[in-house]
């Protein structure tokens, strides 16, 4: 009994002493939650007023929505949570930096693990009690507001355990940080360190990847901690939030509830030995246990100085001398600084020379490993017998979305679609990669691909084909012919489903917009599928597009389906709709045809020729034009129009698969429709845009537009 009243005695005592860490608390979570509550409910009742909603159904589940998005899961709680954790637990056991109180604190008859429990278990209740009275109040308000329902309550459950846990690794963490340092400054910075240092560690990780392999693709993988909280707060609590139901939302948070908890007990018994090894002598001092310090300056400066140094690096266009000299400079400066922070004496910086030493030859080593690609990263290609399967994405990028016409990346579409199972083709070029760089390829394109490994591993990785070499074009059909490539990439090829639900369909030539009936959505999806089984990379690359049907979908989601000359049965299906007609104009439909000669070849340039980079759109930004040197010259005759219109192409009609060269970025061709045609051009332009074939410009239209000086 006595003992009990003892531990009640100094819980309250403790109390007392934190009463303004009290105040704080209760005035962040009631701003947290009460107040952002009563904003967001307002803004719904004044958007109601306006006639926003037409319902009263629809002002009700908007209520809902505002309510569980203020008191649920929030991506700016984190700060709140981290700073709260950091508050309470640094500056509850804040006597342990002051030599005075220690031992004023170890001269009192209280045993020291109980005077651990009572600030641990106090700082506990700061935090519980003012998030629960202020989520009391939030819901009481939310109550009488008519904003909460059955749904509502448990997301608010779901996400107060996730705070409440991550709250608990962030307040043992700063308890832990604490126990190893000796004042306020040090505690702060480690806490912080802590924290985020192995995200920070997989952050520069990354970045010395791309920037110095060629092959490092982010496009399916990242790195991504495996232990850090804050990490799993950023990267996934967005993903929680935005789950339809809240069952789904628990399901998705129960991994990250046990893996806080373990993470949170092991921080928690970690600071705990601290704090029984801690001697009172170690009030005031940088590091707590003098042991520590040589490797704490060697986990610290390394990280630090290299990158300092990568910072340098992309800041200096490459430099890699100026990053490593930077490397080692800051090597050498931090690890003086740390010196000097441990005995906050000048004359200290150059203590430690072994684990200065070993923190020099450390980022040395780091660097020649990434410089060097010493472990091959970049020559990485696997065994076709260790790989099952793999996804990729070549040249083009698709939409895609869900069965709710939500929005789905291409990475992750391909990721979850795809699965090519005839490897040979793709690992050949993979390997054909590593012989060419792309900037000596006639035509590179970058391709994504994931392998699939027997063992259970995924590695992504990216690499340059050469479109333009014959030698690749038998490799690549026998990629994009197969049915995994086709259902991959195109969603046409699988989803039936959004075809019933189309809500508009056009058909353009480049300068007619036909609209197709948007029940015929199954009728199109069928004769397109068919005429797919002809698709490789032969077709798509020596046959340009002669017509495009744009498909729009519910939430704006759209698709467009490019039409080649060889597709009997979607030309068949346009023919009896009456909309197809082909991409060469007929002569007689035509007014006048303007064409316009930039003369690149005598605009000023800025900088190197090699800067300039073709835009696709026929206006090389790297140029500097002089409009005086611009001529442009108006056709009016039918026998003009005949020998300019076989050899144009529309600047709207995709051909990506094509060399960017084989159209004259030089000139720009305009066509203007006479206005008596029966022709059905899009009447809502004055003209259209297109391009010459390169080499393939009249010889009259070359005359005529020449500069004279």
Same mark, same amino acid.
């Given at each position: 009994?006595?003992?009990?009243? @003892?531990?009640?005695?100094? @819980?309250?005592?403790?109390?007392?002493?934190?009463?303004? !860490?009290?105040?704080?608390?209760?005035?962040?979570?009631?701003?947290?939650?009460?107040?952002?509550?009563?904003?967001?409910?307002?803004?719904?009742?004044?958007?109601?007023?306006?006639?926003?909603?037409?319902?009263?159904?629809?002002?009700?589940?908007?209520?809902?929505?505002?309510? *569980?998005?203020? =008191?649920?899961?929030?991506?700016?709680?984190?700060?709140? !949570?981290?700073?709260?954790?950091?508050?309470?637990?640094?500056?509850?056991?804040?006597?342990?930096?002051?030599?005075?109180?220690?031992?004023?604190?170890?001269?009192?008859?209280?045993?020291?693990?109980?005077?651990?429990?009572?600030?641990?278990?106090?700082?506990?209740?700061?935090?519980?009690?003012?998030?629960?009275?202020?989520?009391?109040?939030?819901?009481?308000?939310?109550?009488? *507001?008519?904003?909460?329902?059955?749904?509502?309550?448990? +997301?608010?459950?779901?996400?107060?355990?996730?705070?409440?846990?991550?709250?608990?690794?962030?307040?043992?963490?700063?308890?832990?940080? !604490?126990?190893?340092? +000796?004042?306020?400054?040090?505690?702060?910075?480690?806490?912080?360190?802590?924290?985020?240092?192995?995200?920070?560690?997989?952050?520069?990780?990354?970045?010395?990847?791309? @920037?110095?392999?060629?092959?490092?693709?982010?496009?399916?993988?990242?790195?991504?901690?495996?232990?850090?909280?804050?990490?799993?707060?950023?990267?996934?609590?967005?993903?929680?939030?935005?789950?339809?139901?809240?069952?789904?939302?628990?399901?998705?948070?129960?991994?990250?509830?046990?893996?806080?908890? &373990?993470?949170?007990? #092991?921080?928690?018994?970690?600071?705990?030995?601290?704090?029984?090894?801690?001697?009172?002598?170690?009030?005031?001092?940088?590091?707590?246990?003098?042991?520590?310090?040589? &490797?704490?300056?060697?986990?610290?400066?390394?990280?630090?100085?290299?990158?300092?140094?990568?910072?340098?690096?992309?800041?200096?266009?490459?430099?890699?001398?100026?990053?490593?000299?930077?490397?080692?400079?800051?090597?050498?400066?931090?690890?003086?600084?740390?010196?000097?922070?441990?005995?906050?004496?000048?004359?200290?910086?150059?203590?430690?020379?072994?684990?200065?030493?070993?923190?020099?030859?450390?980022?040395?080593?780091?660097?020649?490993?990434?410089?060097?690609?010493?472990?091959?990263?970049?020559?990485?290609?696997?065994?076709?017998?260790?790989?099952?399967? #793999?996804? =990729?994405?070549?040249?083009?990028?698709?939409?895609?979305?869900?069965?709710?016409?939500?929005?789905?990346?291409?990475?992750?579409?391909?990721?979850?679609?795809?699965?090519?199972?005839?490897?040979?083709?793709?690992?050949?070029?993979?390997?054909?990669?590593? *012989?060419?760089?792309?900037?000596?390829?006639?035509?590179?394109?970058?391709?994504?691909?994931?392998?699939?490994?027997?063992?259970?591993?995924? #590695?992504?990785?990216?690499?340059?084909?050469?479109?333009?070499?014959?030698?690749?074009?038998?490799?690549?059909?026998?990629?994009?012919?197969?049915?995994?490539?086709?259902?991959?990439?195109?969603?046409?090829?699988?989803?039936?489903?959004?075809?019933?639900?189309?809500?508009?369909?056009?058909?353009?030539?480049?300068?007619?917009?036909?609209?197709?009936?948007?029940?015929?959505?199954?009728?199109?999806?069928?004769?397109?599928?068919?005429?797919?089984?002809?698709?490789?990379?032969?077709?798509?690359?020596?046959?340009?597009?002669?017509?495009?049907?744009?498909?729009?979908?519910?939430?704006?989601? +759209?698709?467009?389906?490019?039409?080649?000359?060889?597709?009997?049965?979607?030309?068949?299906?346009?023919?009896?709709?009456?909309?197809?007609?082909?991409?060469?104009?007929?002569?007689?439909?035509?007014?006048?045809?303007?064409?316009?000669?930039?003369?690149?070849?005598?605009?000023?340039?800025?900088?190197?020729?090699?800067?300039?980079?073709?835009?696709?759109?026929?206006?090389?930004?790297?140029?500097?034009?002089?409009?005086?040197?611009?001529?442009?010259?108006?056709?009016?005759?039918?026998?003009?129009?005949?020998?300019?219109?076989?050899?144009?192409?529309?600047?709207?009609?995709?051909?990506?698969?094509?060399?960017?060269?084989?159209?004259?970025?030089?000139?720009?061709?305009?066509?203007?429709?006479?206005?008596?045609?029966?022709?059905?051009?899009?009447? +809502?332009?004055?003209?259209?845009?297109?391009?010459?074939?390169?080499?393939?410009?009249?010889?009259?239209?070359?005359?005529?537009?020449?500069?004279?000086?």
């Amino acid at each position: 009994m006595t003992s009990r009243n @003892s531990f009640w005695v100094s @819980s309250v005592e403790n109390h007392r002493r934190r009463v303004w !860490v009290w105040i704080i608390t209760a005035l962040v979570q009631v701003t947290a939650y009460v107040g952002i509550l009563t904003v967001y409910l307002s803004r719904i009742r004044k958007w109601y007023e306006e006639g926003a909603y037409i319902t009263a159904e629809e002002f009700r589940e908007a209520l809902y929505q505002a309510a *569980q998005e203020a =008191l649920g899961f929030q991506k700016d709680r984190l700060i709140l !949570v981290v700073g709260l954790a950091f508050l309470i637990g640094i500056q509850g056991f804040s006597y342990l930096y002051d030599q005075k109180k220690v031992d004023m604190y170890h001269s009192v008859p209280v045993d020291k693990n109980k005077r651990f429990l009572v600030i641990y278990g106090n700082g506990i209740i700061i935090y519980l009690a003012t998030t629960l009275a202020s989520l009391l109040i939030s819901v009481i308000s939310a109550v009488v *507001q008519g904003a909460v329902n059955g749904e509502v309550m448990a +997301g608010i459950g779901v996400a107060f355990v996730w705070n409440f846990l991550f709250f608990l690794i962030m307040y043992h963490t700063a308890i832990l940080a !604490v126990m190893l340092t +000796g004042n306020r400054f040090i505690t702060l910075f480690a806490s912080g360190t802590f924290a985020l240092y192995e995200m920070m560690l997989y952050i520069l990780l990354e970045n010395m990847q791309e @920037s110095f392999f060629d092959t490092k693709d982010s496009f399916y993988l990242s790195l991504r901690p495996k232990l850090s909280a804050v990490a799993d707060y950023l990267y996934h609590e967005h993903e929680i939030r935005d789950l339809e139901n809240v069952r789904e939302m628990a399901a998705m948070a129960l991994p990250f509830y046990g893996k806080w908890f &373990v993470l949170a007990a #092991v921080i928690l018994a970690a600071a705990w030995m601290c704090y029984r090894g801690r001697l009172s002598e170690a009030a005031g001092k940088a590091i707590a246990f003098p042991r520590l310090e040589p &490797v704490v300056k060697v986990l610290i400066v390394i990280p630090v100085s290299i990158g300092l140094g990568m910072w340098v690096y992309g800041a200096g266009y490459g430099d890699t001398t100026l990053a490593f000299v930077t490397m080692i400079a800051g090597g050498v400066i931090c690890s003086a600084v740390m010196e000097v922070i441990y005995d906050f004496d000048l004359k200290s910086m150059f203590r430690h020379l072994i684990s200065s030493g070993i923190t020099l030859a450390g980022i040395v080593i780091i660097f020649f490993i990434f410089k060097e690609d010493i472990f091959g990263y970049d020559k990485y290609v696997p065994k076709e017998d260790k790989v099952e399967s #793999v996804a =990729l994405v070549l040249n083009e990028y698709p939409e895609f979305w869900d069965e709710n016409f939500g929005y789905v990346d291409i990475s992750e579409a391909a990721a979850e679609r795809m699965y090519i199972t005839y490897l040979e083709p793709v690992l050949s070029l993979a390997l054909k990669a590593q *012989q060419e760089k792309p900037e000596e390829m006639e035509d590179a394109r970058v391709m994504h691909v994931l392998y699939r490994l027997r063992s259970g591993r995924e #590695v992504g990785r990216k690499f340059y084909i050469d479109f333009g070499n014959p030698a690749n074009a038998k490799l690549l059909d026998q990629i994009i012919g197969t049915t995994e490539y086709k259902e991959g990439t195109y969603q046409i090829m699988t989803d039936q489903e959004s075809f019933d639900r189309v809500q508009e369909m056009t058909y353009s030539n480049g300068a007619v917009e036909i609209a197709l009936p948007a029940e015929d959505g199954q009728k199109i999806r069928e004769a397109y599928i068919k005429d797919m089984e002809q698709y490789d990379f032969t077709l798509i690359r020596n046959n340009r597009p002669c017509g495009e049907i744009s498909i729009r979908f519910p939430n704006w989601r +759209g698709y467009s389906l490019y039409v080649y000359e060889s597709f009997e049965n979607t030309i068949a299906y346009l023919k009896e709709r009456k909309a197809y007609y082909p991409v060469t104009l007929d002569p007689g439909d035509i007014d006048s045809i303007t064409v316009t000669n930039y003369h690149n070849e005598l605009q000023e340039v800025y900088g190197d020729t090699s800067d300039i980079y073709d835009t696709r759109d026929g206006n090389a930004s790297a140029y500097s034009y002089d409009e005086s040197r611009v001529v442009s010259e108006t056709f009016y005759e039918e026998e003009e129009f005949a020998k300019i219109l076989p050899v144009i192409y529309p600047n709207n009609m995709s051909a990506i698969w094509h060399d960017y060269e084989e159209t004259d970025s030089n000139y720009d061709v305009y066509i203007t429709f006479r206005k008596d045609t029966s022709y059905p051009y899009d009447r +809502g332009s004055y003209g259209f845009n297109y391009q010459f074939y390169t080499g393939e410009v009249p010889e009259f239209v070359d005359a005529a537009t020449a500069y004279e000086d």
